[in-house]
């Protein structure tokens, strides 16, 4: 699950780290409202981005500056609606504008291979980081946090001045830690500041002072790791999910969208992975991953089929069930279910062995399904139908024309 930047900064803030003031808008009114609230207590000017989950906002023209409550309303007011590579802008944050004197990057990453957190740093900050570690990976520097230990100060200071932080020791140590702290404590795979800025501030006492601070914040966490942090479930963004991704999560259904053709529904991850590995053998290429779970009840089965069926590049449907907890009655009950309420006629060839497979191969035949008895003729009936239904598309296309 991916968190806005607001969000993100709330964690950050929680776990003691430096971010500067912010207030979220979702009108023009209420971003001047902010704006006026800001520049009144002495901001300069005031910063306004866009709150949608894909990074390059700012190159995008959604993030801006303003020196007045107008201004700020009129800039809030082009920002929101924008769209920013396929997502609407419904939110944008308002803040002091910060006066940046330089840009760094720093991320807390899990590292799967050495399984642990590795923290990446860069002087190169502001730019996304794909581009620095094409065009000059040396400028990215690595280091992993012990797994038991941590971050150590020590290492964490080595990556300070490696970056360029010397003079900002204590902060940059501090804000390296923290991004280990914060990742730990929401189970996150990623904590990324970019940019972390050195910005000048002047003090109460008038004097000019340089200070370290997070300017952006991005954070994904591990959505298998949600059930240990419920209170963080609420900062799901349902404007930002896909519909379909929406609907397999509140359904109860693994559902993974892919670019082929042929619809897939099976029940257990690894016998899917096999399914689709079947599929590409036989020529196909495979929908969507879409797990259905142990003991999947009718309605569970009518609705992943709902699911594959709004895929408008679905032309076949590869039904692949090995039952165990599941049982095959209940799933080919499913399946009569979801066909009669379906709205389009797409192939479906479904393979059902193990409990009351039996039972299951008669509803099938009494209903007319295609079946087949092993796996491998499932996957070659699928790609055949798939194929044949490519074929009359082409055919009544060009009749059309
Ligand atoms: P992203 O493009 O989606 O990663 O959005 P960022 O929050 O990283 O902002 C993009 C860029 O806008 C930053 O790298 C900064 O150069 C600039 N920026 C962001 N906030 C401020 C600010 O408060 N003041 C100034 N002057 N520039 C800012
Ligand atoms: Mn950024």
Request: charged content about 25%; aromatic content about 2%; hydrophobic content about 50%.
């Amino acid at each position: 699950m991916k968190l806005q930047e607001a969000d993100a900064k709330s964690l950050l803030v929680a776990q003691g780290l430096p971010v500067p003031a912010w207030t979220v808008a979702h009108t023009a009114g209420e971003a001047r409202d902010a704006a006026a609230a800001f520049l009144e207590a002495g901001a300069d000017k005031v910063v306004i981005k866009a709150q949608v989950l894909v990074g390059g906002r700012g190159k995008a023209g959604g993030v801006k500056l303003a020196g007045s409550p107008a201004e700020a309303e009129q800039v809030a007011g082009g920002i929101l609606g924008m769209d920013i590579k396929g997502m609407t802008v419904r939110k944008v944050l308002v803040g002091p504008a910060a006066d940046i004197v330089k840009e760094f990057y720093l991320a807390a990453v899990l590292d799967r291979a050495e399984r642990g957190i590795l923290l990446m740093g860069s002087a190169e900050g502001g730019v996304e980081i794909e581009t620095v570690a094409e065009e000059n990976p040396a400028a990215i520097i690595r280091l992993h946090a012990h797994p038991l230990l941590g971050l150590q100060d020590f290492g964490a200071r080595e990556l300070a001045f490696a970056m360029g932080l010397g003079a900002h020791l204590k902060a940059a140590v501090a804000m390296a830690k923290g991004l280990v702290t914060t990742m730990k404590a929401y189970d996150a795979d990623l904590v990324e500041v970019n940019p972390l800025a050195i910005v000048r501030e002047t003090g109460a006492d008038g004097a000019i002072v340089e200070r370290l601070v997070c300017l952006d914040a991005k954070i994904t966490l591990d959505d298998s790791a949600l059930e240990r942090h419920p209170g963080l479930e609420a900062l799901r963004d349902p404007d930002e999910e896909a519909p379909e991704d929406k609907e397999a999560r509140e359904a109860g259904l693994t559902f993974i969208k892919l670019d082929g053709t042929i619809g897939c529904m099976v029940n257990g991850a690894g016998l899917a992975m096999t399914t689709m590995d079947l599929v590409k053998r036989a020529g196909g290429e495979p929908a969507n991953f879409l797990d259905i779970g142990g003991g999947a009840r009718a309605d569970k089965v009518a609705h992943a089929m709902r699911l594959i069926l709004a895929d408008p590049k679905v032309n076949a449907i590869l039904v692949n069930i090995f039952g165990g907890i599941t049982r095959g009655d209940e799933v080919a009950r499913g399946l009569i279910e979801a066909r009669a309420q379906q709205t389009r006629e797409v192939p479906m060839i479904v393979r059902i062995v193990g409990t009351n497979a039996a039972e299951a191969a008669t509803l099938l035949e009494e209903a007319n399904f295609q079946t087949a008895a092993s796996l491998d003729e499932a996957a070659a009936k699928a790609v055949q139908a798939s194929r044949a239904a490519d074929a009359a598309g082409a055919a009544s296309a060009n009749v059309t024309a």
